[in-house]
C-alpha cells in the first residue's frame, strides 16, 4: 500500500465545496456583540481628546472601550513589543486603532462611530523609507527610524570591483506593496469558557501567537486563555501577525462585557489597516569575470517597514540570507535596512522579504549575461551553487543541492533554445522568453531558532480510527492532507481511517508559528515520532498474538506482520484495548541547531533549502505596453512530494500569486493614505488572466525531512515575477528595473530616448 507520494483527494475538500465548513463568520452565539474598530484616518497625528458620551448613548452600544481600558499591557507581542493594539496618544498610521465599538449588531457600532468626537492634530510625516533614513527625517521611531539593519560580509578582504579586469552591472530596483488578498478577510471570535476563561476562535495561522496576545492585553496568564482556529480561507502570511492584534481587541471586550463578541473585517478594511508586503528599494552591483564567473555581489535591500516593527526583522533577516541568489560567489556585501513610516506595517507575505530580492539579483544576472553574450540558462549554470559550494553566509551545502537539476529541467520542458530563435509573432506583439532561479531556506532558521519545534497527538481509538493533532494550521495549503498521508503510511492503515483535528492551542504544546514552508517538514516529523511511540506500545501484543520476533513484523495494508503470516489492524487493536496498552501518544521535532553571526552574517542560518526555476514566455503590445503572460514552467525541488497533487496545486496558485505581484499588483498610498483598497482598483489576476502553468516536481530527498520532504508553499510563488520581468526586458530589449510591469511602466520604457535604457 502506498499512501506517501500518491495523488490521493485532499481531505478537507468534501466540507469545504458542500458549504459545510465552519468559517468564524458562519459561527453565532447567542447574546454576541458586534465589534467596530474605530481607526484614525490621519497617518500620523497626536490625540488631543476623544469625547465617547453621545455614541455611548446610543442604544444598543454596549461598550466603547480605548486603551485606558486595558488592563493588562498594551503591546502587541511580536518580536518586539513596539505596536500598543490600541493608541494612546499618538497615532503612527492611517488606520491605527484608536478605539473600539461593541454593538448588539453591527449597522449601530457604525452609527455609534459617527458619533464619537475625536480631536486630532497633525504631525509631520515621512512616507518613503529612504527619506526616513537621513537624519532629517521627523523621527517616528527610536533615534534614527531603523527598525533593523542586517549585514552580511563574506570575503570582503578580496574587493573585486577594484579590479580592473572585472565586469560591472549596476541596477537600482523597487518593487511595490503586495496585499494578501486571502478570499477569507480576517475575523475573531471570542467568548467565555465554562469557569471563566478566555476562548477565542478565528482566522489565522499562529494560534500560540495568538494566545500570548489575547493573555498579554488581559493580563492574564496563558493558561487561561484558549485558542482554536477555525477554517482559514487563505494567510499567505498575512495572518500571521495581525491575528493577535484584532484577537486582542475581541478578547477585550468579551472581558469587559462577559459576553461572545466578534470582529470581521471587512475587505475595504482590511487592505486599508492590515499588512503586506514590503515594498523596498534595491541597490545591486555585480562583479564577474570575463566568462561570466561572479566574482563579487554588494547589495543595498531598504524595506519599508511601515510604522511599527511586526514582523520586519524576520523579512530583512530573510533578505539579507538570499541576497545572492542560488550562487557561487567569493565576495559578498550585503545591507538591509527596515526603515520605519507613516504607512500600514508590513508583515509577513510568501517568502518574507525574498522575491523582492529574487527580482534584483535575477535581473542583474540577465543583465550580465546580456553584456557577456551569454545565454541567461548558461549564465545561471555556470554560477550554480552545487554540492560542497559554500552559500553567501559561507554555508557548506551537502544534502539535497539539486539546483543545478531544476535548471535542467526547466531548460528541457520549456525548450528554451528552440523558442529563443523562434521569430516574433507579428511587428506589434513581441514575444519574450524569460528565465529565474532561486535558493530558499525552509523553516525559521537561526532566527526563529526558539520556535524551531513542533508537537503533535496521534491517538488511536478502540474501533481502528486514529485521530491527529498538531500545533501547526490549514490555510488552504493542503496540510492535514499531507499529514493524515504521513500518519495512514506510518500506521498502516488506509487514509480514510485518519480524521483531523482543528489546531488548538490546549490540545498540543506550543509549535511555534505556521509559516515558512515549515508545516509538511516539522509537523510531519513530529507525526512520525508519535506513530513510532504508538507501534512501541502494541509491538509486544503484536509478538504475542503472531508468535513473530519484533523484526519480522510491519505495520501495513491494514494489516501488522508480513505477508505469510498477519492479523488485521483492527484486531490488534481490539487486543491491545482489552489489555490496556496506551493508544495515545504525543510526538515532538526540535529542528536541527542552525548558526548566525550578528556582524558578519555568516553561519549556517538554515538545516536545508529549497531551490526551483521558473521559464516564462510574454507577449508585449509595443503599442500599449501591455504584457501578456503565456506560459510559466514552474521547475521546484520539494525532497519529496508526499502528494504530488497538492504540490503541483500549491505551485499552480503560487505562480498566480507571483504573476499578480509581477504585473498586476500595487497600492496606490499617497501622503500614507491607502487609495485603492478594493478589488475594482487593487488587480489581482482571476481564471481569466491565468497562463498555461507547467508545474514540474525535482524530488531529491532530504534526509532530514519526513520521506525526504522538504517546503513548498511559499517557493511556489518567488521566483515568478522575477522571471516575467526577465521575458518582458527580452522581449522589448529594454531593462525592467521596477515591478508591477504593467502596461503604463512598460509604454513609458519603450518610448524612452534615455540611452542606458535601450539595449543594443
Ligand atoms: N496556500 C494556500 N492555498 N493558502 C495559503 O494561505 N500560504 C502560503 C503557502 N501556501 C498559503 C498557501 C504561505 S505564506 C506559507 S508559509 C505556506 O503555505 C504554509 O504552509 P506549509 O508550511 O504547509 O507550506
Ligand atoms: Mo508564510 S509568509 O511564511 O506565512
Same mark, same amino acid.
Given at each position: 500500500? $502506498? &499512501?506517501?507520494? *500518491?495523488? =490521493? %483527494?485532499? #481531505?478537507?475538500?468534501?466540507?469545504?465545496?458542500?458549504?459545510?465548513?465552519?468559517?468564524?463568520?458562519?459561527?453565532?452565539?447567542?447574546?454576541?456583540?458586534?465589534?467596530?474598530?474605530?481607526?484614525?484616518?490621519?497617518?500620523?497625528?497626536?490625540?488631543?481628546?476623544?469625547?465617547?458620551?453621545?455614541?455611548?448613548?446610543?442604544?444598543?452600544?454596549?461598550?466603547?472601550?480605548?486603551?485606558?481600558?486595558?488592563?493588562?499591557?498594551?503591546?502587541?507581542?511580536?518580536?518586539?513589543?513596539?505596536?500598543?493594539?490600541?493608541?494612546?496618544?499618538?497615532?503612527?498610521?492611517?488606520?491605527?486603532?484608536?478605539?473600539?465599538?461593541?454593538?448588539?449588531?453591527?449597522?449601530?457600532?457604525?452609527?455609534?462611530?459617527?458619533?464619537? $468626537? &475625536?480631536?486630532? *492634530?497633525? =504631525? %509631520?510625516? #515621512?512616507?518613503?523609507?529612504?527619506?526616513?533614513?537621513?537624519?532629517?527625517?521627523?523621527?517616528?521611531?527610536?533615534?534614527?527610524?531603523?527598525?533593523?539593519?542586517?549585514?552580511?560580509?563574506?570575503?570582503?578582504?578580496?574587493?573585486?570591483?577594484?579590479?580592473?579586469?572585472?565586469?560591472?552591472?549596476?541596477?537600482?530596483?523597487?518593487?511595490?506593496?503586495?496585499?494578501?488578498?486571502?478570499?477569507?478577510?480576517?475575523?475573531?471570535?471570542?467568548?467565555?469558557?465554562?469557569?471563566?476563561?478566555i476562548k477565542v476562535m478565528g482566522s489565522m495561522q499562529c494560534p500560540f501567537y495568538v494566545q500570548s496576545a489575547v493573555a498579554q492585553i488581559l493580563g492574564l496568564s496563558l493558561n487561561e486563555v484558549e485558542v482554536e482556529q477555525a477554517v482559514t480561507g487563505g494567510g499567505f502570511g498575512g495572518k500571521e501577525d495581525v491575528p493577535s492584534i484584532l484577537a486582542g481587541l475581541s478578547a477585550l471586550i468579551t472581558y469587559k462585557t462577559g459576553r461572545p463578541a466578534k470582529l470581521i473585517l471587512d475587505r475595504e478594511e482590511d487592505i486599508k489597516a492590515m499588512s503586506k508586503r514590503h515594498p523596498a528599494f534595491i541597490h545591486y552591483r555585480t562583479s564577474s569575470d570575463k566568462t561570466g564567473k561572479l566574482l563579487g555581489v554588494e547589495v543595498e535591500y531598504i524595506l519599508n517597514a511601515g510604522a511599527y516593527s511586526s514582523l520586519s526583522t524576520i523579512v530583512a533577516w530573510r533578505g539579507a540570507i538570499h541576497a545572492l541568489g542560488p550562487y557561487n560567489c567569493e565576495y559578498v556585501k550585503v545591507d538591509v535596512y527596515a526603515a520605519a513610516t507613516n504607512t500600514v506595517p508590513n508583515g509577513a507575505f510568501r517568502g518574507f522579504g525574498t522575491p523582492q530580492i529574487i527580482f534584483a539579483h535575477e535581473r542583474q544576472m540577465d543583465r550580465l549575461a546580456v553584456k557577456l553574450n551569454i545565454d541567461p540558462i548558461e549564465i545561471r549554470k555556470i554560477n550554480a551553487l552545487r554540492e560542497g559550494h559554500k552559500t553567501a553566509t559561507d554555508q557548506a551545502l551537502s544534502d539535497s543541492v539539486s539546483f543545478l537539476k531544476t535548471i535542467e529541467k526547466a531548460e528541457e520542458i520549456s525548450e528554451w533554445h528552440l523558442k529563443k530563435n523562434k521569430p516574433q509573432k507579428n511587428e506589434t506583439q513581441k514575444r519574450g522568453l524569460g528565465v529565474s532561479s532561486f535558493i530558499y531556506g525552509v523553516g525559521l532558521g537561526a532566527g526563529g531558532a526558539i520556535y524551531a519545534k513542533a508537537a503533535s497527538f496521534v491517538q488511536i481509538t478502540k474501533d481502528g480510527g486514529v485521530i491527529v493533532a498538531v500545533g501547526t494550521t490549514e490555510m488552504g495549503q493542503g496540510m492535514k492532507t499531507v499529514l493524515s498521508q504521513i500518519a495512514a503510511q506510518e500506521l498502516g492503515v488506509n487514509l480514510d481511517k485518519v480524521h483531523f483535528l482543528e489546531a488548538n492551542t490546549s490540545r498540543v504544546p506550543d509549535s511555534g508559528p505556521t509559516v515558512a514552508s515549515r508545516a509538511t517538514l516539522m509537523s510531519g516529523n513530529s507525526i512520525i515520532d508519535a506513530c513510532i511511540k504508538l507501534k512501541q506500545n502494541l509491538l509486544p501484543v503484536a509478538v504475542e498474538v503472531l508468535e513473530l520476533p519484533p523484526e519480522n513484523i510491519e505495520f501495513f495494508d491494514e494489516k501488522v506482520g508480513n505477508n505469510k503470516k498477519n492479523i488485521s489492524f483492527m484486531e490488534l487493536i481490539d487486543?491491545?484495548?482489552?489489555?490496556?496498552?496506551?493508544?495515545?501518544?504525543?510526538?515532538?521535532?526540535?529542528?536541527?541547531?542552525?548558526?548566525?553571526?550578528?556582524?558578519?552574517?555568516?553561519?549556517?542560518?538554515?538545516?536545508?533549502?529549497?531551490?526551483?526555476?521558473?521559464?516564462?514566455?510574454?507577449?508585449?503590445?509595443?503599442?500599449?505596453?501591455?504584457?501578456?503572460?503565456?506560459?510559466?514552467?514552474?521547475?521546484?525541488?520539494?525532497?519529496?512530494?508526499?502528494?504530488?497533487?497538492?504540490?503541483?496545486?500549491?505551485?499552480?496558485?503560487?505562480?498566480?500569486?507571483?504573476?499578480?505581484?509581477?504585473?498586476?499588483?500595487?497600492?496606490?498610498?499617497?501622503?500614507?493614505?491607502?487609495?485603492?483598497?478594493?478589488?475594482?482598483?487593487?488587480?489581482?489576476?482571476?481564471?481569466?488572466?491565468?497562463?498555461?502553468?507547467?508545474?514540474?516536481?525535482?524530488?531529491e530527498a532530504y534526509k532530514g525531512g519526513p520521506y525526504g520532504a522538504k517546503g513548498l508553499g511559499e517557493p511556489s510563488l518567488m521566483g515568478v515575477a522575477a522571471s516575467i520581468s526577465n521575458a518582458v526586458s527580452n522581449a522589448i530589449k529594454r531593462d525592467v528595473f521596477s515591478l508591477p510591469v504593467k502596461g503604463e511602466y512598460v509604454w513609458n520604457l519603450l518610448n524612452t530616448t534615455i540611452k542606458e535604457k535601450v539595449r543594443n
Open positions: 500500500m $502506498k &499512501i506517501v507520494g *500518491e495523488p =490521493l %483527494p485532499r #481531505v478537507d475538500a468534501k466540507p469545504k465545496v458542500t458549504g459545510r465548513a465552519l468559517f468564524v463568520d458562519d459561527i453565532k452565539f447567542a447574546n454576541m456583540l458586534y465589534i467596530r474598530v474605530v481607526r484614525c484616518p490621519h497617518p500620523h497625528a497626536k490625540i488631543i481628546s476623544i469625547d465617547l458620551e453621545e455614541a455611548k448613548r446610543l442604544n444598543g452600544v454596549e461598550a466603547i472601550l480605548t486603551a485606558k481600558d486595558i488592563p493588562g499591557k498594551n503591546a502587541v507581542p511580536l518580536v518586539y513589543q513596539d505596536q500598543p493594539f490600541i493608541a494612546e496618544s499618538e497615532v503612527m498610521f492611517s488606520g491605527e486603532p484608536v478605539a473600539i465599538i461593541a454593538a448588539t449588531l453591527p449597522y449601530i457600532a457604525r452609527r455609534a462611530e459617527k458619533l464619537l $468626537k &475625536i480631536k486630532y *492634530e497633525n =504631525l %509631520p510625516t #515621512v512616507i518613503d523609507p529612504r527619506e526616513a533614513m537621513k537624519p532629517e527625517a521627523p523621527r517616528i521611531y527610536k533615534d534614527d527610524n531603523i527598525i533593523v539593519h542586517y549585514k552580511t560580509r563574506k570575503g570582503i578582504s578580496n574587493n573585486p570591483f577594484n579590479n580592473s579586469e572585472s565586469v560591472i552591472i549596476e541596477g537600482r530596483y523597487t518593487t511595490p506593496h503586495q496585499e494578501h488578498a486571502y478570499i477569507e478577510p480576517q475575523g475573531v471570535l471570542s467568548y467565555l469558557g465554562p469557569n471563566g476563561n487486543k491491545a484495548y482489552k489489555k490496556r496498552v496506551n493508544l495515545t501518544s504525543q510526538g515532538w521535532f526540535c529542528a536541527p541547531e542552525c548558526t548566525y553571526d550578528m556582524e558578519t552574517g555568516l553561519g549556517s542560518p538554515y538545516f536545508t533549502y529549497a531551490f526551483g526555476t521558473i521559464v516564462s514566455e510574454v507577449d508585449v503590445d509595443i503599442n500599449t505596453g501591455q504584457v501578456d503572460v503565456l506560459r510559466l514552467y514552474c521547475v521546484h525541488d520539494v525532497g519529496k512530494a508526499i502528494n504530488p497533487q497538492t504540490a503541483e496545486g500549491q505551485i499552480q496558485g503560487g505562480a498566480l500569486q507571483g504573476m499578480g505581484y509581477g504585473v498586476f499588483e500595487e497600492i496606490i498610498f499617497p501622503e500614507g493614505i491607502i487609495k485603492n483598497a478594493d478589488f475594482s482598483t487593487y488587480i489581482i489576476p482571476t481564471a481569466m488572466d491565468a497562463p498555461e502553468i507547467i508545474p514540474v516536481l525535482v524530488e
